[in-house]
Nanobody, 114 residues
């Protein structure tokens, strides 16, 4: 049962930018808070950014000022604009509600390397 499909990842040099998209097959308006998470091998999946239906956002300290989360409820899509990327941003990125209530997607790999 596919519910979330992440895309937009890739290989980028330090300082570069990427825009991730998360398309949901469910109505995301049902979930007041949507979030982006990331996971590196051997490390738990951590929250990166959240956004409510009212547009209130919250970010992990490590990405504040560099990442911007947004959502389009009409398209059931959540976005993550990532600027000034650093090697430590390398991870698989996922979206879900907060707390997670949907089946996890396959994620999208972001690799920041020169």
């Amino acid at each position: 049962q596919v519910q979330l499909v992440e895309s937009g990842g890739g290989l980028v040099q330090p300082g570069g930018s990427l825009r991730l998209s998360c398309a949901a097959s469910v109505t995301i308006f049902r979930f007041n808070t949507m979030a982006w998470y990331r996971q590196t091998p051997g490390i738990s999946r951590d929250m990166v950014a959240t956004i409510t239906n009212g547009g209130v956002t919250n970010y992990a300290d490590s990405v504040k000022g560099r990442f911007t989360i947004s959502r389009d409820n009409a398209k059931d899509t959540v976005y993550l604009q990532m600027n000034s990327l650093k090697p430590e941003d390398t991870a698989v990125y996922y979206c879900n509600a907060l707390p997670p209530r949907l089946f996890w997607g396959q994620g999208t790999q972001v690799t920041v390397s020169s």
